[in-house]
């Protein structure tokens, strides 16, 4: 009788065990980089962030905890209805635990919400839209790399303080452009300077003339671009060959490094823009720029670095907790502080926003530019605590009061 109790004990003991031990979901953790692979953000994020991702992957010997990690890519095509159907596809079907990428906030806020119904984790590092963190945080979004708070915040800030007073928006005409333009001009506005006007631009447009035009009739001492990727690109070449650089200085409101390359230091130099990550800051953000540069050809930028170190942090905390459960995941997530090559001491808050210093960066002039890709320096180190929005003005339903 004692024997038969002590068996059954046993036996319960190792029911009870087995799940603690392997609490991954088809004992296949998976991650889906949804990203823009054929269109105005391929180069700021695209297959940059895919082999990013993959980097981090195999910093894991691709697998944590004895399970295998599986890596997807998709192509949001930047329309919010392509990118949900594919997460809805991913999560029902295709068992992804998470989501990370999305640049594009229409496809972000789109993905995020599903995967928040989903209980799925959304590492948001190529979208800006301050809602993630915001009215629509969850308990299953981390909102990574940036937003247009900081981007506003440190960039308007530094500007009106330098006596640029006068702004004039040129804003790509979706969520992103609009929230974008809505947090600088109030930058703008709340330490003393104006806002003259602005016009919208549709997404990829192939033509900004008529744009530049009005922007150069406002007068305003700073044109500031809200918006991004192949259309911050265009927008710059169309300013040089008008003319208007000389007269009002441009202000890349979300730029990076991707940007500069395409088009040249002599169309950029003494540009300024906010930045989150550069590759020539110290020695472990130059040992990663280098082994991406050697399998891309092309340094990374700050969305590229913000998906490694997403996906790495993800990882680990899969590895502490022996599970992809996102509540636990997400719980160990938030309980740790991140030091690796694209932060030091950051963490992630309450409300998902992932807190570290943001960067003021100015490009230099070709004579200042010593070797290839040598092409940013640092005017400012901005402080969390200042670069993102504070808590006490958060709108996040998860933010105690």
Known sequence: ?????????????????????????????????????????????????????????EDFGGKVNGKKIELIMADHQNKADIGSAKAREWFDRDGVD????????????????????????????????LRHTNEECSPYIVHYVYDTFSLANVAGKAMVKQGYKSWYFLTADYAFGASLEKDTSEVVKANGGTVLGSVKHPLNASDFSSFLLQAQSSKAQVVGLANAGGDVINSIKA?????????QTLVGLLMTISDVHSLGLQQTQKMKFTDAWYWDMNADSRAFGKRFFDRMKRMPNMVHAGTYSAVSQYLKAIAATGSDDADKVMAQMKKVKINDMFAKNAYIREDGRMMHDMYMMEVKTPAESKSPWDYLKLVATVPAAEAFQPLTASRCSMVKR
């Open 239 to 247: 300013a040089n060959e008008f003319g208007i650089t000389p007269k």
């Open 98 to 129: 998470a989501v990370v990428d999305l640049p594009n906030s229409s496809v972000a806020l789109a993905v995020s919400r599903m995967a928040s119904d989903k209980k799925r984790v959304a590492l948001i590092t190529g979208g800006a839209n």
């Open 1 to 57: 009788m004692k024997k038969s109790v002590l068996m059954c004990s046993i036996a319960l003991a190792f029911a009870a065990a087995g799940p603690a031990r392997a609490q991954v979901s088809d004992d296949v953790i998976r991650i889906g980089v949804m990203t823009d692979l054929s269109g105005v953000y391929l180069d700021y994020a695209g297959k940059g962030s895919v082999e990013a991702a993959r980097m981090a992957v």
